[in-house]
Structure formats: structure tokens, C-alpha cells
């Protein structure tokens, strides 16, 4: 198999990778939010088992795709700059997919709390009704955390996209424009200025959504730009 080859096989895994990272996300909300959502939660939790664990696999699944993104991307992001290259592999790789793996452990827990919280009764109801409001209250701690983390991962990965090129910088200067709105929204969070749900949250993840749907089928469909494979390939020589 050639360079180019190699190349291009590497750009349609890497959009392949953010689909299937983007519509496990979504399953995961559309299958927990209506119970997590819920006043009842710790009683609707138990009676939906199947469905907080498929939530959990839908998080651990994109988790995990997204991370295989910037080890993919490595070889060729490192031949521009290494030291960003190794800061996305080290935020969006590692820190990105613990915090994943966190949240999908505390929806397991939750499985055991709301199970243990029917056998009790209304009794001890107040002691489980806590530990479910801490564990709730530390997952949406943890969103705020995992959206600037995502977010200097990203930032460092369109800053190398723009800069050598790999792709139109239109769609790359879109990444950062896009991205840099949901820093904002992770911080107005983290200091409780929005809620976790809310629509104002939804409408600041329109266009990093979007663009990295844009931004997938262009890979997959297009490749990287050749031209700044080979002018990449003679830096790094």
C-alpha cells in the first residue's frame, strides 16, 4: 500500500470515527434523559436497568471512537508541529476518554442505588434520594469538565488543520469559530450561569456539530489535501 494510500484510508477512518462518536452521544441522551430527567429517577432507573446500561455502552462507545481520533491522527499531525500533536493525543485521547469512562460509572451506580432505594421503601427513602443527587450532581460537575477538555483538544487539532492545510481552512477556521463558542458554554456552566440542558446549551453545540459532521463526510469523501501531505512529509524530513 502507498503513502497515499495509507493517507487516505487514515482520513476516512478518522471521519467514520466522529460519526460513529457523534450518534453514540446522541443514542446516550435519547435513552437516559428521559429517566434521568425525571423527579422519579432513582424509581425509574431500576424499572429502565436496559436502557442505563445501553447509555453507558453508548458513552463508553464514543468515548472511545473519539480517542482513536488523535491516535490515527498522529503520524501526520506530528510531522508539523509534535509538541501540539502530543497535547491533542494527551487531552483528547486520555483525559477526554477517562472522564467518559467516569460518567458511564456513575450511570452503572446509579443502577444499584435506585435498586436498593425500592427495597428499602419510604423509610431510609431520604439517604438514597442524597447519595442520588450527589452522584447526579457530580455527572453534571463532570459535563462542564469534559467540554473545556474537548475543547483544548480541539482547539490544538484545527489549529494544526489550519495550519498545514490537511483540509479547506474554511472548514477548519469554521472548527475553531465553532469551538471556541463551546469553551464559552462550558464555562458558563461550570459556574452554573446556564443549565446543563438547556436550550441556550443546545443552540451553543449547533455549529461544532455540525461542523464536525461537515467535516467527517469531507474526509471521507475527499481525503486530506495531497499538497499538504507532501509539503508536511518534507517538514518533517
Given at each position: 500500500m502507498t503513502t497515499d494510500d495509507t493517507n487516505k484510508k487514515t482520513a476516512r477512518i478518522v471521519g467514520a470515527l466522529y460519526i460513529i462518536g457523534t450518534v453514540a452521544g446522541i443514542l446516550s441522551l435519547v435513552v437516559t434523559g428521559p429517566i434521568l430527567g425525571?423527579?422519579?429517577?432513582?424509581?425509574?432507573?431500576?424499572?429502565?436497568?436496559?436502557?442505563?446500561?445501553?447509555?453507558?455502552?453508548?458513552?463508553?462507545?464514543?468515548?472511545?471512537?473519539?480517542?482513536?481520533?488523535?491516535?490515527?491522527?498522529?503520524?501526520?499531525?506530528?510531522?508539523?508541529?509534535?509538541?501540539?500533536?502530543?497535547?491533542?493525543?494527551?487531552?483528547?485521547?486520555a483525559l477526554e476518554t477517562v472522564t467518559y469512562i467516569v460518567m458511564a460509572i456513575t450511570w452503572l451506580f446509579l443502577i444499584s442505588l435506585s435498586k436498593e432505594y425500592v427495597k428499602a421503601g419510604s423509610p431510609d427513602a431520604s439517604y438514597f434520594q442524597t447519595l442520588g443527587a450527589v452522584l447526579l450532581k457530580g455527572h453534571e460537575s463532570i459535563d462542564p469538565i469534559l467540554a473545556i477538555v474537548f475543547c483544548l483538544g480541539a482547539l490544538i487539532f484545527y489549529s494544526l488543520l489550519y495550519q498545514s492545510k490537511l483540509i479547506p481552512r474554511w472548514l477548519s477556521g469554521w472548527g475553531l469559530a465553532a469551538i471556541i463558542v463551546w469553551l464559552a458554554m462550558g464555562l458558563l456552566a461550570m459556574f452554573h450561569l446556564i443549565e446543563p440542558m438547556s436550550t441556550i446549551r443546545l443552540v451553543m453545540g449547533i455549529p461544532i456539530g455540525l461542523q464536525e459532521m461537515v467535516m467527517a463526510v469531507w474526509l471521507i469523501v475527499k481525503g486530506f489535501n495531497p499538497s499538504a501531505i507532501a509539503s508536511g512529509s518534507a517538514t518533517g524530513e
Open positions: 425525571n423527579p422519579d429517577y432513582l424509581l425509574n432507573v431500576s424499572a429502565n436497568e436496559i436502557q442505563i446500561i445501553a447509555g453507558a455502552l453508548f458513552v463508553l462507545i464514543m468515548g472511545f471512537a473519539l480517542a482513536l481520533v488523535p491516535v490515527m491522527m498522529f503520524p501526520i499531525l506530528k510531522k508539523y508541529n509534535e509538541a501540539l500533536a502530543l497535547g491533542y493525543v494527551v487531552f483528547r485521547g
